[in-house]
């Protein structure tokens, strides 16, 4: 027992220190280092992701079926303005829109669409994202999106896999057509 009192007890006097430390661990520089950005590469950001999210609405048009996500807008900005993060990558960008929208689907299968499981859906996703090392940030926008929905597993293939792979043909041709850029950096 007066083990258990004394574990509890250092566990206590580490979190404090920790709080303690807080304020000081999120200091930082009011301004951080940027690297100059051109206005070619910002327009041609501009035009690509017209492109690219254009694209996703023309095959909605043709074939009938909403493909449109919210989460690829936000992907639309690392495909087509950070080309070269690596989270950007063809891996990334379809293994973490996938796998979200598969932890979207058990979650809504297993749990239902509340807040809670909204939630939940998010934090999964981001740690199969993180052990799978598929991390796309709008990934986490998908399982969102899918829970609120309260989506089945049709979710997994339409929208999230034809518009992950829409928006990658975008990239992949957009990006490489003018020679200021180069994409994908890899692609697994």
């Known amino acids: 027992m007066k083990r258990r009192i004394s574990i509890v007890m250092r566990r206590k006097v580490a979190l404090k220190r920790r709080l303690t430390r807080l304020p000081r661990k999120c200091r930082a520089p009011i301004r951080g280092v940027r690297p100059p950005m051109s206005f070619r590469y910002a327009f041609w950001s501009l035009v690509s992701a017209v492109a690219g999210i254009m694209a996703i609405c023309q095959t909605t048009a043709i074939f009938g079926h909403p493909l449109l996500i919210g989460s690829f ?8 303005g950070a080309t070269d ?4 990558q063809p891996r ?9 929208a598969v932890v979207a689907v058990v979650v809504v299968a297993l749990a239902g669409s509340t ?9 999964v996703s981001i740690f199969v ?8 940030p709008p990934g986490g926008a998908t399982a969102l999106i899918g829970v609120q929905a309260a989506a089945g ?8 896999l034809a518009g992950a ?9 957009t990006n490489n057509v ?8 890899h692609w697994f």
């Open 115 to 123: 807040p809670v499981t909204m939630a939940i859906a998010v934090g």
């Open 85 to 88: 993060s690596p989270l950007a």
């Open 178 to 185: 003018v020679y200021h850029r180069s994409y994908p950096k």
């Open 73 to 80: 807008g936000a992907s639309a900005v690392l495909l087509f």
């Open 129 to 136: 994202m993180n052990l799978t090392h598929t991390t796309h």
């Open 165 to 173: 792979l829409i928006l990658l043909a975008v990239a992949c041709f």
């Open 92 to 100: 990334n960008l379809v293994g973490g829109h996938l796998l979200s």
């Open 153 to 160: 597993p049709g979710f997994v293939l339409l929208p999230v």
